[in-house]
Each structure stands twice: as structure tokens, then as C-alpha cells.
């Protein structure tokens, strides 16, 4: 009766993160023989570097398209935080992990504000994250136009000085945090209460309700965590080029989606894997370097390519789903 | 019908007084901080000139926008994608009125007829919408993903055409789209005006209207009376497409030269939020002129900030603003809060 | 006995209609109790009075021998009432095991869930059941029949003393109703109470042991399930007696239409839905489908009408072979279909009368042949005045219409289609007496001038009055047909009342 084996079961529900895994390995692989030098660990760690800031806010996205929400207003959300430090530390010579921890609290405020809209108003959700985009764009702006580059900063220099030696490369202290936040996020999704939660608000709402599980409490609590992660990840992005433009990360929330979806969470709510994110944005990041190998293969093909992706993944998740259900009727 | 009008006010009707009053409150407040935010002067060129035409101008490609998002929001989903639908529209436009563009093919004139260069973006931009609309009403993706993935692709499609380049043009046949005046009055609002117009008599002349507002409301129901619901629902996408080719047309011709990164860069909650101010119904009834009214709204508040000489970036907070403040306005909680708050007061001062 | 769960005295009122009345209800310990009665009879109210879903108006509840006020649904499961539902509302793309015990999973010491754990009180959960399955696969791969017996393992655990079983074999086949009921009888071996809800007579005459009946929100009846009639059940749940007057017959006048068939359908089932079934309309006939809820009537209409496809058997229509895609196939065909759920499928709220009316006739003829402001104003006009709709103006709101109104403008929009056959589930109901009768002339009418009509209704004195013929349905299935002087009610109720 040893059914608690941890062996990976090969059901429906599996096949998108199979899919996602081995797709990250072929490709890799496919560039690795085409392009010399690709395969080597400066890139990887290289892939890892510029893609840290991505990678926490998609753990965050990842519980949001879990419960069946969305939230547009990530990259606006990055774009402040990223201006906000700099101009804090130009203009007042506020040491950078103060206006941090500044902006910590202003997601938390964001998160919460959001999340009440959309549980308490029932406002929908694309609304409501996407005037929150455009509000945080505008506040951005708001702060200052241009891009400021942070020096002599203590502590984000400490962040960039403090890593692991990893081959040619150094794998600063600040992915350490992406890592961090993805292993937290594996835990909080696996193991705690909450984290099952969110899957039962987006697999059946209405069913969830009836079982007696804390529904709203759990929906604003997301938002709460997604805007959170996204003020990290901007705090992140902002350590890693050391600069702030209110400009930047204009389509980031794309990104992230995208590196959600590709990493296997249904669109539709109620089934995804955080390490599936973590793939996904391995994924989009490998995508993206595609472009300094093949001369040909300018930035936007890169754009056109990751659309084409993620809406194959989405054509897979829909054309499972129906296998299922159709499964299960007969 | 005036009788039955007051008798029965249609909370459609009550709306859209209210948004009227909203732009009046708008341009009245902009009339207080500086009077001269009126004028308006006919020049020796027989152009009318003044802030009011400018708001009329600028708001062109929002009202055009607006009309198409209304009737694919009335069928209860949305287009995140037209600000790059434009870009892509302007992007095969630009690329078209450059000399030689179209060399080997046996052109006489070098510079393609006025006609092809609107045609072909528009058809760009409509086979762009029907991807659009497939993915919703048969694969059945969320609009917000489908058009999400649009906006993303569309753009990477628009930079693919001008190969990242900034194209450059002027004193081309086709800048009067955007430059050109007709009776005094910017080419750019008149387009606009016969699309408003055009789309009210479709819709209320023939029975599309009320198939748009039955789909969105009751889809089964729609279904059972015989109503081709997918056709409907992919019609609207087909058309917000048509709605943003044209708007990246009038706005590329307007400029001199165009950037594919640029253009219709978060027009998109201008557009959304010109819909949802006019009161159209997400699902539901929708009304043309409160889209328009909303349009002009939305237009007013940038114009507002560029001319109050603030940074153009106000323009974004304030919209979020106002638009947030008007969906709670309308959600049906907001209402129910109140009554039960009302509720207790009431049964508090009865005691 | 002993009893765990009395209801007295109970009202439940709701803007509008009067729900439950001065209801009485009593459920003894360790006893299965079968709670019947046709749609609007206050069922489901009552239920969700008891597990604290709703607040009562008046009464007392007593559980356990002590009076209990439950605030909410939680409420009353802590107290260890438990409802299973019709539709399974469990987590589907969850483990079988996590769907027992989300929001309560047994948790580890130093924190994190317990999955160990809670695989393995999961798979001792499934074992009372009798259900030999891996908990650790997704619920979604199980069958309807396995889902529900989650749903009730996760009731037990929860320590149900009281276990409510509302509408739970809708979906069964007959061997996984057995299985049901072994597991029901077992629970009350081991003194766990049972309420179960149905409409199927076979099974509640097979597992019950007492039966209580609720008709327009007051008690019909309360009895001891061995040794009653099916007869006097049936009686109590129409609130007809045997003997009652049998309703006057105008269908006779109707004969049963001339020509060709109109509709055929030979051996025309689906599998979980209907047995197959014959069936023919001819223009000029109104055929009447009687039986209880549930009993198949809706379901052969949505076969006809093309909202479902049958797995097996020929529909004919004009003597050719059609298969019908979707409802706008039908409608292409002449039919037209005047559904029972006139707020899922029926009405567009937000449009007006005007507008709700000439809808399907403006769907037939295309959007492109608009039906001007005047001709729309002179239709609606027309069925205003025919079938009494109260409404200040054909401009008026249609979610701003009572009930019954509503249900009247839906009716007016399929006559305005002119159909050849026009298909009428529960056309009258919410609808006061006199504008039933209204309905029911005009159907014969109808009829008259060559309609054919399908006429679905609960109402058996309607059914007997209208219908040329009538094909009397059981527990999804066509158990027989009556013509010319055969119908009545009471050879109704006795069709039905026959065992199989």
C-alpha cells in the first residue's frame, strides 16, 4: 500500500512541466551545438544574473494565475521601485536599503488595495492591476523622468561585490535571493495551508467557498504577496544595473506571464508548479540570448518567438484540459 | 418619443448626462484656472485653431479606438492589443510611402496609390483582430491572455517590419491623413466622426446592435434563440482591429516620422478607460456617444496637463484615477455597501 | 427512535415568495429518510435552513437535543451536519486525499503539512467506504460516481452525525447506485442519520426508510416507506387525489394532427441522460410529456432542440434524416424552444420587452433585415395585449418584470418566430390562474392552425387539458403513451405508479 512513493506520476496533470523541462534541456542542448561558446558557465550564470529580478516576481505571478487572477501591474511596479531608489539616493542621500524597505511598504499598501478591489468590490481583476499599472507608470514618471545611475551606494555595491565564484562569472549575492524566494515559494506552495488554498480558489471558487476554506482572505493575501514580490524584484532589478529609468521594463509583465505560462501553470487557474516558473524563465532568458549568436535573429523575432510560445503552451493546457474532461465522462 | 423618454429614463440615458457632466466639469475647471483655454480663432488659412480643437484633434485616435474596444467590450471581453496593432498598422504604412518601397513591380509612380497604403495596414490589422477573436470565441482563451499575447506579438511584429529602424517621411499624399484640414477642421476629427457615425448606423440600423449587447449579457440564452454567437463575438475583435489600424494610420500620419516601439504605447487604458467612463456595460448595453464623451475626457485630462505645462506623466495618475474612482462608482458592491451602511445609520438613529 | 434532527414550526420567506411554511420535519437517529417533492416545493430552502446557508424567519431547530441557531455552513458541519450536493463541489485537479482534508490538513510538528499523513488517514477514510482507489491521484480521473463517494468520505471525517444527501444519483448508472446504497446502508448500521433527497420512486422505495413530502413549501406527508402505495406517494407530491374530478379534455378536439410526421425520433437516446426512446409529432398535435421531475421530459427536448446530441438513434424531421448541431440548426428547421429556466437560458435582463420579444424572429431573418422601430413596437404591442404582460411600456427593462411577466415575454418571442414547431417547457409556470388559462387556449389555437407543439409541464391538469396525446415519462425513460379518451390524470398518475 506504498502509494506515498515520490516518484513523479506520469498523469495528465503532469505533462506540461515534462513538457517545459525538456524543451529548456533541447534548447539548450540545439544552442549549444550550433553556437560555440554558448555552453559555457559564464553564460549560464550570465542567464541566471539578468534574469534574477524576473524570476522572483514570476514566483509571485505564479500563485495569482494559480488562484485564476491576474495582475498586469508588475513591471510598472519595478519601474517605480527602481526610480524611487535612485532619486532617494541622489536627491537625499538616503542609503538604498532604507528606501527599500520604503518600497516594501508601499507594495504592501498597493497589494492590499488591489486585493480589497478585487475580493471586496469584486472589481475585475484585469482592471483593477491594469489602472494599477499605469499608476505606478505614471507615479514613476512622476518621480523623476530620467534614468540616474547609483553610485557609491554601499549596499547595493555589497550586493554586487558578494557571490560565489562560479567559473569566469560571480554569482552575486542578489540572485542568492531569487533562489531564496523560489525555494520559499516551492515550501509555501507544497506545505502550508494557504499555499493549498490557492489552488483551491482557482480550481472551483464556488466549491471552495462551500468546503469553508478562507476565500477572500486568501485573495487578497496574493495580491498582497504578487505586489510584494514585484517591489522585490524591482529592488533586485535596481542592484543589478545599479541605475533607475522610469522608462525601463515597459512590457515586463509579459515577461513574467510568459515565463509562468511556459512553465506549465494553466492559464485557467487551479494547477501549475512553481518549479515550472523557475524553468520558464530559464526558458524565456535563453530566448532572449539567442539574439548576440545569430545576427539574423534580431530582438523582435525574439518577441515574435516567446508570443508563438506561450500561445502553443496555452493551445497544450486547452487541448489537455478537454482530453480530461472527456476522460472522465466516459 | 421625448415623453417616453423622461417616463422611462433608460439607465443608459442617466449615464451618459452624467459623463457629459464630467467633461463639462473638466473643461469648466480648466476655463477657472485660465480663461484663455477656450479660445478658438479662425486663422487666415481657414484653419480653426484653439485647445478645444486640439483636445478634438489629439482625442481623434482615442475616439476611433473607443468606438471598436465598446463593441468587444459590450460582448464581455476586452482588446489589450490595439495600441500595438496600431504601431504594426503605422509600421506597414511608413514602410509603404518610402520612394522605391515597392521597386520591380511595374509601378508607374514610384509612390504607391493613397488607396493601397491605407488598405493594406488596414488588412494587417484586421487579420491581426480575427486571430483575436478566433482564440476567444473558438479556442475559448481568456480575451485579457489572448490579447495580452497580441499586444506582445503584434509589437515584436511592427519592430520586425521597420527592422528597428525609425522611418522618416514628409510631404507625402498620405500626411494629410493626420495634417490635412477639411472646412476648417482637422482631417483627423472628421475620420473620427464618420466612424462614430458609421458604427451608430450599423449598429442601430441593422439588428448587429442588439446581437452584440444580447451576447454579451446572456450567451446561452443568445445560443438557444439562434443568435450566431462565435460570429458575433469574432466580428467585434475583426472590428477593434480595423478600429486600431485606422487610428496607427491617422497617428503615423501625423508625424513626421514614426517609431515602432513608440507608437500607441498605453493608449490602450485610454481606450479601455473612454469605454468604462462612457458606461458601456461590460457585457451588456453599450452607447457609442459615451464612448466618445469618455474618449474626450480622457483626451481632456491630457490636454489639461500639457497645457497647465505639468509633466505628461500626470496625465497617466490622473487617468488611473479617475478610472478606478468611476468603476467603483458603477460596481453594484459599492452599492450595497451603502445601502447596508445607511441600513444602520438609519436603525441607529432609531433608537 | 430517537430523535436527531426536529425542525418545527419553520417559515422561510424570500422577496417575493413565500419558501417554506410552518414546516415540521423530523429525522431519527440511525434512520435513512427520503425528502421529496416537485420543483418549488421548498426542498432545497429547507436544507439550506438546516446547515445554516440561510437564516430562518421562525421556528426552532433542534439537533441532538439541543436547540442550534447555525450562522453558516461551517457552522453547522462543526456541529456535525454534513451535505453532500448534486454537483460534486470538490476540487477536481486536486488529489483525492487532499480534497478530503484541505483546510484541515494534519500538520507537522515544527510546521509545513503532514502529506504522509494525510495520505495515509485519506486512504483509511476511502477504505470505510469500501472504495479500493489511490488517494494520491487527481479527483479528476475518477468517475462522478467515485467523486461522490469522496464527497461523503470527507463528510464522514469530518464526524457527520447527520449526512444530507441532495439529488446524489442524478448521475448513476444503476450498478454504481448499488454501490451507493451499500455504503448508506452500512453508515446506518453504524449510526450515522441519512436524508436523502431524489425524485427517483424506484429508490426510495428501495433504501429509505420513512419518507417526507413537501408541496408548495408546507408538509404533504410524512410515512413509513414499507407498505406505502406509489400511488398515495404520488398523490401527495401532485397534491391530487386518486379520485380527484379529471381535468376537462379540449385536446380532444385536436384529434391527432393530419400528415406526414412532422418529427420523428426512432431509438434516440444519450448514456447518463435518457434510455432511448420513439417518439413522433405530426403539425396540428400537441403532444404532452408527463411525468415527475427529473424524469427525462427536459432531456428529450434538448435532444430535439440540438442542444444535446444524442449517442444512439435517427431524428427525422420532414422525413429526412437530420442531425442537429446546435439550437441554430433547429431554428433553421422551423422549431423553436421555450425553455424552463427563463434566467440561465430565457431572458436578456438588461434589454427591453421590445427588444426581448423580436429577438429570435430578428435571429432568423439575419442581422442584416432589421425589423424597424415601428414593425418591432406593433409585435411586441400584439403579444402584450394576447398573453397580458404586465408592463408600463414595451420599453421597460425586462429584469424590472415579475416572474411571471418574464416567462410571458419568452413565450411572446418564440410565437413572434412563427415556428412550425414550437417546444414548451413549463411555459405556465409563475404564472397567476388566469393568464394560465389564457395560455393554455392559445396553445390549442395554435394547434389549429397547424403548430405542432411539444408540451412539457408539471402541471398534470394542464398536460390532460392540451395534449392530443401524452407520453408519460419515469425515471428517464418512456414508460408509456395515451390517446383520445386514455387521457386523464389519474391514468397518468396509475402509468407512472406502475412498477416497472
Known sequence: MNSFKKLPKLSVNNIPILTTISIFFLMYAAASIMFPGFFSLYNFVNIFKTNAFVGIIAVGMTFVIISGGIDLSVGSVVAFTSIFIAKMHQSYGMPSWISMLICLGIGLVLGLSIGCLITYFELPEFLVTLVAMFLMRGLAYVVHQGTISIQDDPFIAFMKRTGIRVGAGNLSLYVWVFILILILGILVSKYTRFGRNVYAVGGNESSAVLMGLPVKRTKVLIYVMSSLLATLGGIVFTIHLASGKPHNTIGLELHVIASVVIGGTLLTGGAGRVIGTFFGVLIYGLVFKLPAYISAFREWWAQILVGLLVLTFILIQTFVAEKTARAVES | ?351 | MEEILKVSNLSKGFPGVQALSNVDFTLNRGEILGLMGENGAGKSTLIKVMTGFYRRDSGDIHFDGQAVDFTSPNDAVRHGISTVYQEVNLLPQLTVAENIFIGRQPMKKRGGIDWRELNSRAENAVAKLDLDIDVTRPLNTYSVAVQQMVSIARALDISAKVLILDEPTSSLDAAEVEQLFTVMRRLKSEGISIVFITHFLDQVFAITDRITVLRSGKNAGEFTTEGLSRMDLISSMLGKEFEDLDASRWGSSLGTGEGDPLVSMNSVGKKGFIFPFDLTIRPGEVLGLAGLLGSGRTEIAQLLYGVEKPDEGVLQLNGQETALSSPRGAIDEGMGFCPEDRKEVGIIPELSVRENIILALQAKRGALRYIHRKEQEAIADKFIRALNIVTPSSDQLVKNLSGGNQQKVILARWLAAEPRLLILDEPTRGIDIGSKVEIQKLILELAKEGLALLFISSELDEVVRCSSRVAVLRDRQVIGELDGTDISESQIMKTIAETA
Not at chain 2, 484586421?126 to 485579457?144: D, F, K, S
Open chain 2, 1 to 351: 418619443m421625448d415623453g417616453k423618454l423622461l417616463q422611462n429614463p433608460n439607465p443608459l440615458t442617466k449615464r451618459f448626462l452624467f459623463v457629459l457632466a464630467g467633461l463639462a466639469a473638466i473643461l469648466l475647471l480648466n476655463l477657472i484656472i485660465s480663461p484663455e483655454f477656450f479660445q478658438v480663432s479662425l486663422h487666415e488659412d481657414g484653419k480653426i485653431r484653439g485647445n478645444l480643437i486640439n483636445i478634438l484633434n489629439n482625442g481623434a485616435r482615442v475616439c476611433i479606438l473607443a468606438v471598436g474596444m465598446t463593441l468587444v467590450y459590450a460582448t464581455g471581453g476586452i482588446d489589450l492589443s490595439v495600441g500595438s496593432v496600431m504601431a504594426t498598422a503605422g509600421a506597414m504604412a511608413a514602410l509603404m510611402i518610402r520612394p522605391g518601397y515597392l521597386q520591380g513591380l511595374p509601378v508607374a509612380n514610384p509612390q504607391p496609390p493613397l488607396l493601397l497604403i491605407m488598405a493594406v495596414p488596414l488588412l494587417i490589422a484586421m487579420l491581426l483582430g480575427l486571430i483575436n477573436g478566433a482564440l476567444v470565441a473558438l479556442v475559448r482563451i481568456q480575451p485579457i491572455i489572448a490579447t495580452l499575447i497580441m499586444m506582445y506579438s503584434a509589437r515584436g511584429l511592427a519592430v520586425l517590419m521597420v527592422e528597428g529602424q525609425t522611418p522618416t517621411y514628409h510631404g507625402v499624399p498620405f500626411t494629410k491623413l493626420g495634417l490635412g484640414y477639411f472646412l476648417g477642421l482637422p482631417l483627423p476629427v472628421w475620420i473620427a466622426a464618420a466612424v462614430f457615425l458609421i458604427t451608430v448606423l450599423v449598429t442601430k440600423r441593422t439588428a448587429l446592435g442588439v446581437f452584440i449587447e444580447a451576447v454579451g449579457e446572456n450567451r446561452k440564452a443568445s445560443r438557444y434563440m439562434g443568435i450566431r454567437t462565435r460570429l458575433i463575438t469574432m466580428g467585434t475583435y475583426v472590428f477593434c482591429g480595423l478600429c486600431a489600424g485606422l487610428a496607427g494610420l491617422v497617428h503615423v500620419a501625423g508625424e513626421s516620422s514614426t517609431s515602432p516601439y513608440n507608437t500607441g504605447n498605453m493608449i490602450e487604458l485610454d481606450a479601455i478607460a473612454a469605454v468604462i467612463i462612457g458606461g458601456t456595460m461590460w457585457g451588456g448595453r453599450f452607447t457609442l456617444a459615451g464612448s466618445i464623451v469618455g474618449a474626450l475626457i480622457i483626451q481632456s485630462l491630457s490636454t489639461t496637463v500639457y497645457f497647465q505645462r505639468w509633466p505628461y506623466e500626470y496625465s497617466l495618475v490622473f487617468k488611473a484615477v479617475v478610472l478606478i474612482v468611476v468603476a467603483l462608482i458603477q460596481s453594484e458592491k459599492l452599492r450595497a455597501y451603502a445601502a447596508q451602511g445607511w441600513a444602520s445609520i438609519k436603525s441607529r438613529r432609531a433608537r
